[in-house]
C-alpha cells in the first residue's frame, strides 16, 4: 500500500514560473525525502527532511513538513524546462530506516 | 564511479520462461533493494537486503527471489514469469547513517512478459 500521496498528479507550468507539489501520508515517520526522475531513467535524490524539521532548502528547492498534518510540500523556483520530470515523494517510517515507501508521483510539465 | 549498473536494460520473455536481472553497486553501500514501477503505482519495493548476507521481503515479493551475491551484487530472479510481471525494474543501494538513508538507483530493466 502506498504511504505517500501526491498532489496534484500533474502540473504545467510556464517557464519561470513556481511549481509546488503536495504530498501527504499516513503513519509517523522519520524523515521524508523527494526524489525526480526525468523519463526513462531511474530516481535522483533531491532532499531529505527530518521529522524534527520545518523547512528545507536547496538551491531553487524548498521543503516544508507538517506532521501535525502528515504532509509535506515541495516547491521549485524559477521553474525552467530541463524541470520537467516526475516528482515523487518517500516516507522512512517510524521503526527503521531501511525501507522507504514512494508515493505515486507528480508529472511536472514546463513549458519553454 | 558508476553508482549503481543494472542488467539487462530491455528483455522481452515468454510466460514460463525465466531470468536473472542483475544489480551492482561501487559505493560500498551495505543496504540494497528492488523495485517495480507501474503506471498510476509509484515504486513497490520487492524485496530488500539491509547488509551482506540478509534479505527480506518488501511489498509485492510473490513470484521473486533474490540473492545478495556479496556486498556488491544484488540479483533478483523470475523462475515463471508471468505477464504480470511486465514491469520497469530498478535496483538501489543506500548507506543507512544516523538519520539519513537516501537511496541511489540504477537506470532500471524493461522487461515485457507475452
Known amino acids: 500500500s502506498q504511504q505517500g500521496e501526491e498532489d496534484p498528479q500533474a502540473l504545467s507550468i510556464q517557464e519561470g514560473e513556481n511549481a509546488t507539489m503536495n504530498c501527504s501520508y499516513k503513519?509517523?515517520?522519520?524523515?521524508l525525502q523527494w526524489y525526480r526522475q526525468n523519463s526513462g531513467r531511474g530516481l535522483v535524490h533531491l532532499i531529505l527532511i527530518r521529522s524534527n524539521e520545518r523547512e528545507k532548502h536547496s538551491g531553487r528547492l524548498r521543503v516544508t513538513l507538517d506532521t501535525s498534518k502528515k504532509s509535506s510540500s515541495l516547491l521549485i523556483t524559477a521553474s525552467r524546462a530541463a524541470d520537467t520530470a516526475s516528482y515523487f515523494c518517500?516516507?522512512?517510517?517510524?521503526?527503521?530506516?531501511?525501507?522507504?515507501?514512494f508515493g505515486i508521483g507528480t508529472k511536472l510539465q514546463v513549458i519553454p | 564511479n558508476a553508482g549503481v549498473t543494472q542488467t539487462p536494460k530491455f528483455q522481452v520473455l515468454k510466460t514460463g520462461q525465466s531470468m536473472t536481472l542483475q544489480c551492482a553497486q561501487d559505493?560500498?553501500?551495505?543496504?540494497m533493494y528492488w523495485y517495480r514501477q507501474d503506471p498510476g503505482m509509484g515504486l513497490r519495493l520487492i524485496y530488500y537486503?539491509?547488509?551482506?548476507?540478509?534479505?527480506d521481503k518488501g511489498e509485492v515479493p510473490n513470484g521473486y527471489n533474490v540473492s545478495r551475491l556479496n556486498k556488491r551484487e544484488f540479483s533478483l530472479r523470475l523462475e515463471s514469469a508471468a505477464p504480470s510481471q511486465t514491469s520497469v525494474y530498478f535496483c538501489a543501494s543506500s548507506e543507512v547513517r544516523g538519520r539519513t538513508n537516501e537511496q541511489y538507483f540504477g537506470p532500471g530493466t524493461r522487461l515485457t512478459v507475452t
Open positions: 518517500a516516507t522512512a517510517t517510524l521503526g527503521g530506516y531501511q525501507k522507504v515507501t
Open positions: 559505493m560500498n553501500h551495505n543496504s
Open positions: 503513519t509517523s515517520i522519520n524523515n
Open positions: 537486503s539491509a547488509s551482506e548476507g540478509t534479505t
